[in-house]
């Protein structure tokens, strides 16, 4: 199996560097713009697997998507991350541009890959991907709510002083704000959340949670890097692998939901085809408001790309 990432900044070379060391995949191959970024950051991953002992081989380009030909996967990272004081939407115009070329050039070389987009806005840059390639849903998705859903589990571990691997929990909706975390659907080893933390400190961690990605901006002056790469490598295993595992994953939703034509971060199982199936859960009525106006903002900024690349 061949997985392509492009962009060799700090989420890229970190999947790529998961992928490589979990042994993924038998071949990676990692593209920037910058002259000899890729090149320096496959080599040095190459360079660890003596010493991390794997054998998947991580090969580097600048620009030279030829090299990327017969991908199964592509991740996209490419883009400008965000500075403290900036959202997410801030990156479109810069952002658009960068997804539009990055998967025109992918899909030239590799027309069967499944792409999943990192590059921020998430939601509207999964969009932008799917304008490029047409390629139907199930094989254009986004990655955010198994790295916002991380954030969220983490903070409940600490919070429990229990392990982080005891948490189960599903999130949706946009990547920002406005995204929506489901206590409800929250549980410890089976148990529910509710039955073991007060709501108060439920709520704060749900707070936290929406603003997870602002506190790390804040903290270093760009975005983090360690849970998001991690986070597309976990994707592209379960795809690579068949495992058809459950994750929250921005999809174009068609008619779920009652929401048609919008990207969102919802409940899939993923498999060898991509978006296997899309999950419908039963939400109440405050849950599915929350969901709603996730959907309005994602609306607002899609409709801001659809300008951008109508002008
Ligand atoms: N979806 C998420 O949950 C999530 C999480 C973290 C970061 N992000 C986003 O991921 C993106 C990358 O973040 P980062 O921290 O790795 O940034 P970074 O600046 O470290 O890396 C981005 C890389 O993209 C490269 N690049 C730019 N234009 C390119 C092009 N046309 N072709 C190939 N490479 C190109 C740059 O040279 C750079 O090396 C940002 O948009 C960021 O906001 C998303």
Not at 11 to 39: M, S, W
Not at 59 to 86: C, E, F, H, Q, W
Not at 191 to 219: H, M, N, W, Y
Request: glycine share 8%; hydrophobic share 40%; charged share 25%.
């Amino acid at each position: 199996m061949k997985v392509t990432v492009v962009g060799a900044g700090n989420v890229g070379a970190t999947c790529a560097d998961v992928l490589a060391y979990r042994e993924v995949v038998n071949e990676v191959i990692l593209v920037d713009i910058k002259e000899g970024l890729a090149e320096g950051k496959a080599l040095d991953i190459w360079e660890k697997a003596p010493i991390n002992v794997y054998d998947t081989r991580t090969v580097g380009v600048s620009n030279d998507y030829s090299k990327t030909a017969g991908s199964d996967v592509v991740v996209i990272t490419s883009g400008l991350p965000r500075k403290p004081g900036m959202s997410r939407d801030d990156l479109i115009e810069t952002n658009a541009g960068i997804v539009k070329s990055v998967t025109e050039n992918v899909i030239k070389y590799s027309p069967e890959a499944i792409v999943i987009i990192v590059s921020n806005p998430l939601d509207v840059m999964t969009y932008q991907a799917h304008l490029t390639s047409k390629f139907p849903r199930s094989k254009v998705m986004g990655m955010a709510g198994i790295l916002d859903t991380a954030r969220y589990r983490a903070f409940l571990a600490e919070a429990l002083n229990v392990s982080p691997k005891e948490i189960q929990a599903v999130l949706m909706g946009g990547h920002g704000d406005t995204m929506v975390p489901l206590p409800r659907y929250t549980t410890v080893a089976g148990i529910p959340v509710t039955e073991l933390i007060d709501s108060e400190k439920l709520d704060a961690i749900v707070q936290r949670t929406k603003t997870g990605g602002g506190e790390l901006v804040k903290l270093m002056g760009t975005s983090a890097w360690y849970a998001p790469g991690a986070a597309a490598a976990q994707m592209v295993e379960a795809i690579v692998k068949d495992q058809r595992r459950v994750f929250p994953v921005c999809v174009k939703l068609e008619g779920e939901y009652g929401i048609d034509n919008c990207y969102l971060g919802v409940p899939v199982i993923l498999g060898k085809n991509g978006i296997e199936k899309v999950i419908e859960l039963e939400l109440n009525e405050d849950e599915m408001a929350m969901l709603k106006e996730s959907e309005g903002h994602v609306r607002e900024v899609m409709s801001v790309l659809d300008k951008l690349n109508n002008k």
